[in-house]
């Protein structure tokens, strides 16, 4: 193969991976996120980077790194309102999320997993 095939080839695959990391990047609506956080009440509770009543989404995030399933599991912590240890001890229903919009739980939930 000639020397001017293979720099065309990498500068194709280069493109390609690109493209896909900006897919990636450009996937969450955090505008969107954001303001479902702000309806459903998950901001009175949690910050992105410093932690309230729960935890911060960046410990989140930390959390669930390379974990499998880690969008589905926040999916369905948000979506079942399980029960959660409060910092005085005592046990309450986490609160639900004011959509069942898949699209939308996909994106919040990705935008949790990003910060």
């Given at each position: 193969?000639?020397?001017?095939?293979?720099?065309?080839?990498?500068?194709?695959?280069?493109?390609?991976?690109?493209?896909?990391?900006?897919?990636?990047?450009?996937?969450?609506?955090?505008?969107?996120?954001?303001?479902?956080?702000?309806?459903?009440?998950?901001?009175?509770?949690?910050?992105v980077?410093q932690?309230?009543?729960?935890?911060?989404?960046?410990?989140?995030?930390?959390?669930?790194?390379?974990?499998?399933?880690?969008?589905?599991?926040i999916?369905?912590h948000?979506?079942?309102?399980?029960?959660?240890?409060?910092?005085?001890?005592?046990?309450?229903?986490?609160?639900?999320?004011?959509?069942s919009?898949?699209?939308?739980?996909?994106?919040?939930?990705?935008?949790?997993?990003?910060?």
């Amino acid at each position: 193969m000639k020397p001017q095939h293979y720099v065309i080839k990498l500068a194709g695959l280069m493109a390609l991976a690109s493209f896909q990391f900006a897919g990636n990047a450009m996937a969450v609506d955090a505008t969107a996120a954001e303001g479902l956080a702000k309806r459903s009440m998950c901001l009175t509770c949690h910050a992105v980077d410093q932690k309230k009543i729960g935890p911060s989404y960046h410990e989140v995030a930390a959390k669930y790194k390379g974990v499998a399933g880690a969008e589905e599991k926040i999916i369905h912590h948000i979506t079942s309102g399980p029960m959660v240890k409060m910092p005085n001890g005592q046990m309450a229903k986490h609160l639900v999320i004011k959509t069942s919009d898949q699209d939308q739980l996909k994106n919040i939930a990705d935008w949790i997993l990003s910060r």
